[in-house]
C-alpha cells in the first residue's frame, strides 16, 4: 500500500491520459466509420470495404484499451480512498466518479461486441449511443462537474470541446487507415473532402467552447503566463495552431485531388501522419491539465511578467559541475531565504503519497542549472554537425548521433545526484521516484534513439524504417518533457521552471516533424524539411545552454 | 497490412510511452478559504471549523482530522454546511496550543486531494 500511495499521484494522471486518448481514438473511430465513410461505402469501392474492415478492428482495440483502462483507474482511486479515509471499498465504489467510470468501462466494453460486426444501420446507431454514453460519463467527472457556479455553461462547454477534440484527433487514424495501402485518387478524395468539412466545424466547435471554459477557469491574461494551468492551455493553443498549419495543407491537397484523381495521396498521408503525433500530444497534455487547478482559483504564488523576464534573461551557463557534498551557495541560499520570507502563509495542498517536499537550496539549483547547461552545450553541437552533415561536404559530420550516447550516459549519472550511482538510493528503491522514472526512461530514449541513427547514417542499416527512429523519439521527448511537471514545494518556482520547458519541447516536436516529413515526403518538402530540423535542434541546445532555475 | 499493423503498434508503444512521461505535482482541489485561516490564532474552547474549497466536494468521502501538537489526531464529525464546495465541524474543550487541521478530500470530479491548515488556540 506503501508503495501504491508513493506512486499514486503519478499514475493517476498517466491512466487520465490513457483514457481521453483511447476515449478520443473511440469517439472518433464511430465518428468517422459512422458519418464519412458509411454513408458513401458503396462508392467507394475497395477503398470502402478496406477502410471499414480496417477502421473496425481500431475501434474495437480503442475500445477495449478504453474499458481496461477506466476499471483500472476507478480500482486505483478507489482502493486509495479507501485506505486514505478508512472507510470500506464498498462505500468508495459509490462514490460519483467511481460511478461514472464503471458506466464509461461498460459502454466501451460493449463497443467492442457491436464493433465486431458488420457495420450495419442500427450497430451505427448503438455504437454512437455508447459514444455518447463514454462522452457523458466523463463529463461528470470533469472539472466542470465540480463547480459550483455556471455549471450548466461549463458543463455544454467541455462536453462539445471534448466531443469535437475527440472527433478531429480520434478520427485522424481512421483517415490514415483509408489512405494506406489503397490506390484510388477518386475516393481519398471523397473521404478527404467529407472529413475535412467535418473538421471545419470541429475546429469551430473546439475552439468556441474552449474559449468559454478559457474565460471561466483563467480569468485574466495575467493568469495565462502567471499560472501553470495557464501556460498549459497556451502551449495547448501553440500545438492547435501547429494541427490546424498541417490540417490546411491537407485540405488544400483534398481540394486538388477531387478535381484530379491523379494527384499524389502521399503528403496527405505524411501530414496526417504528423497531425496524430501532435494531436496525441494535446490530449496527454489535456489529461495532465485537469489534475491541476483551475488558475482563476489560484491566487497566490502566480508569477509576475518581472519574475519570467528575470528568469529568462540570458546569463553566462556553468560549464564546470558543482561539488555533490557542497553546501548551498551562501550568497544565493539568502536571496531565496530573503524570498521565501516574504511569502505568504498559505496552507498546502498535495496528493495523497507525495508527501511534503523539502524546499531546494542553492547547491540543487547550481547542480541542476549545470546539468540542463551542459547538455545544451552537447545538443547545440549535434544540432550544428547535422547541419554540416546536411550540406553533404563534411562525411565525418555524420557520426553526430554519437553524442547523444555521451548526453545520455551524463544524465545518467547527474540528473538525480540522491540515487544510484552518485547517491545512496539503490537503482530499484529509485524507481519509486516518477520523477526518477522519468529521467531514466528518457536516457534509454537517447541511447536508443544514438545506436540506431549512427548505424542509419553510416549505412550499417539500409532499412528506411529504421530512420523513422529518429524523429519517432525526438518527438516522443518533447511530448515527455510537455507533460513532465517538476514536484516542488514552491508552486511559483515550478510554474517558472516549466515555463523554461515548454519552448523546448515545441522546439523538439518541430525538429521530429521536420525529420520524419525530411524521410517519409517527396520533393521539395522533405528537402526544407530536411533544413528545418538541424537549426530547431540548435534552437533546443542554446535554450538549455542559458536554462536557469533561479 | 503489414504498414497497417506496425502504424497501430507504433502508436501503441508511442501513447505508452508518453502516458510514462505523465505527471502532475498539483492536484485539482485547493483551499480557497478557511475559518480559522491558515497560521490564524482563534480564542475559546470551542471552535467553529469551515473549509471551503475551489470544486463540490463529496462529504460522505472527505474528512477533518484534528492534529495535536503532540502529533495526537482525532475525527471530527462534520456538520451542516452552506455549500456543497464547504465542510465545517465545530470542536469544543480545546487546550490552549498549536493544532493543524488535516483535511482530505474528494472532489466530485474524482480528485483526492489532502493538505493541513494550522492554527493555534489562544486563552
Not at chain 1, 501504491?4 to 473511430?29: A, K, P
Not at chain 1, 476499471?71 to 465504489?93: H, N
Not at chain 1, 457556479?149 to 471534448?162: E, I, K, P, Q
Not at chain 1, 525529420?515 to 533544413?531: H, K, N
Request: aromatic content about 8%; charged content about 15%.
Amino acid at each position: 500500500m506503501a508503495l501504491l500511495l508513493d506512486i499514486f499521484g503519478f499514475l493517476s494522471v498517466v491512466l487520465r491520459g490513457l483514457v481521453l486518448t483511447t476515449q478520443s481514438l473511440m469517439i472518433g473511430g464511430v465518428v468517422f466509420l459512422g458519418l464519412i465513410v458509411g454513408p458513401v461505402a458503396g462508392k467507394l469501392g475497395a477503398v470502402g470495404t478496406a477502410a471499414l474492415a480496417r477502421g473496425r478492428r481500431l475501434l474495437f482495440w480503442s475500445a477495449l484499451t478504453l474499458a481496461c483502462a477506466e476499471l483500472v483507474f476507478v480500482v486505483l482511486e478507489c482502493v486509495v480512498l479507501a485506505a486514505t479515509v478508512d472507510i470500506p471499498l464498498g462505500l468508495a465504489f459509490g462514490a460519483a466518479f467511481a460511478r461514472f467510470g464503471l458506466i464509461a468501462a461498460a459502454a466501451a466494453a460493449a463497443a467492442t461486441f457491436v464493433a465486431r460486426g458488420e457495420l450495419t444501420r442500427t450497430r451505427v446507431y448503438i455504437l454512437f449511443a455508447l459514444a455518447l454514453a463514454v462522452l457523458a460519463a466523463q463529463l461528470a467527472t470533469s472539472h466542470a462537474a465540480a463547480q459550483v457556479d455556471s455549471r450548466a455553461a461549463l458543463l455544454v462547454a467541455d462536453f462539445l470541446h471534448m466531443g469535437a477534440a475527440a472527433a478531429w484527433v480520434g478520427g485522424i487514424p481512421y483517415f490514415l487507415l483509408v489512405l494506406y495501402r489503397t490506390h484510388d485518387g477518386r475516393a481519398h478524395g471523397l473521404v478527404g473532402r467529407r472529413f475535412s468539412l467535418l473538421l471545419v466545424w470541429t475546429v469551430a466547435v473546439l475552439v468556441a467552447a474552449g474559449l468559454v471554459m478559457a474565460v471561466d477557469y483563467i480569468g485574466s491574461i495575467e493568469a495565462v503566463y502567471g499560472t501553470a494551468y495557464g501556460v498549459m492551455v497556451a502551449t495547448k493553443v501553440v500545438l492547435l495552431i501547429g494541427l490546424l498549419f498541417f490540417g490546411a495543407m491537407n485540405n488544400r491537397i483534398i481540394e486538388r485531388m477531387t478535381r484530379d484523381p491523379g494527384v499524389p495521396v502521399l503528403r496527405v498521408r505524411r501530414f496526417a501522419e504528423v497531425e496524430v503525433a501532435i494531436g496525441f500530444t494535446v490530449l496527454f497534455a489535456a489529461a495532465s491539465l485537469t489534475s491541476q487547478p483551475p488558475a482563476v482559483d489560484l491566487l497566490t504564488d502566480r508569477a509576475s511578467v518581472a519574475d519570467i523576464a528575470e528568469r529568462l534573461a540570458p546569463r553566462l551557463p556553468h560549464i564546470t559541475s558543482p561539488d555533490r557534498d557542497q553546501l548551498a551557495l551562501s550568497e544565493l541560499q539568502a536571496r531565496i531565504n530573503a524570498a521565501a520570507a516574504t511569502n505568504a502563509p498559505r496552507p498546502q495542498a498535495y496528493v495523497p503519497g507525495e508527501g511534503m517536499l523539502p524546499p531546494r537550496n542553492a547547491a540543487d539549483i547550481a547542480w541542476s542549472e549545470y546539468n540542463h547547461n551542459l547538455a545544451g552545450l552537447l545538443v547545440l553541437a549535434i544540432g550544428l554537425l547535422a547541419l554540416i552533415d546536411r550540406t553533404g561536404k563534411a562525411p565525418w559530420a555524420r557520426n553526430w548521433p554519437l553524442l547523444f550516447l555521451l548526453l545520455g550516459g551524463f544524465l545518467w549519472i547527474k540528473a538525480d545526484p540522491e540515487v544510484w550511482p552518485l547517491g545512496d538510493v539503490g537503482f530499484w528503491a529509485s524507481l519509486r521516484d516518477p520523477e526518477v522514472v522519468q529521467h531514466r526512461l528518457f536516457v534509454l530514449l537517447l541511447a536508443g534513439f544514438a545506436i540506431f541513427e549512427w548505424r542509419v547514417r553510416t549505412g550499417r542499416i539500409r532499412s528506411p524504417r529504421a530512420a523513422l527512429v529518429f524523429p519517432l523519439i525526438t518527438a516522443l521527448g518533447a511530448a515527455l518533457l510537455l507533460t513532465h511537471s517538476h514536484a516542488l514545494s514552491n508552486v511559483k518556482e515550478q510554474l517558472l521552471m516549466e515555463i523554461s520547458h515548454v519552448p523546448v519541447a515545441l522546439a523538439g516536436m518541430t525538429a521530429g516533424a521536420a525529420r520524419w516529413l525530411e524521410l517519409r515526403l517527396d520533393a521539395p518538402g522533405s528537402r526544407i524539411a530536411g533544413w528545418v530540423w538541424p537549426p530547431a535542434f540548435m534552437l533546443v541546445g542554446v535554450m538549455l545552454l542559458f536554462y536557469r532555475e533561479a | 497490412m503489414h504498414t497497417v499493423r506496425s502504424l497501430r503498434r507504433a502508436a501503441v508503444v508511442a501513447a505508452m510511452l508518453v502516458a510514462l512521461g505523465s505527471i502532475a505535482a498539483d492536484a485539482h482541489a485547493i483551499v480557497v478559504s478557511s475559518q480559522p485561516a491558515a497560521n490564524g490564532v482563534v480564542h475559546g474552547k470551542t471552535v467553529e471549523l469551515v473549509v471551503r474549497f475551489n470544486s463540490r466536494i463529496d462529504p460522505v468521502r472527505s474528512r477533518l482530522l484534528l492534529v495535536r501538537a503532540d502529533g495526537s489526531s482525532i475525527t471530527l464529525e462534520l456538520g451542516d454546511t452552506p455549500s456543497p464546495d464547504t465542510l465545517a465541524a465545530t470542536v469544543g474543550e480545546l487546550a490552549p496550543g498549536a493544532y493543524r487541521l488535516r483535511w482530505q478530500v474528494l472532489a466530485t470530479d474524482g480528485h483526492i486531494t489532502r493538505g493541513d491548515i494550522p492554527f493555534t488556540v489562544a486563552p
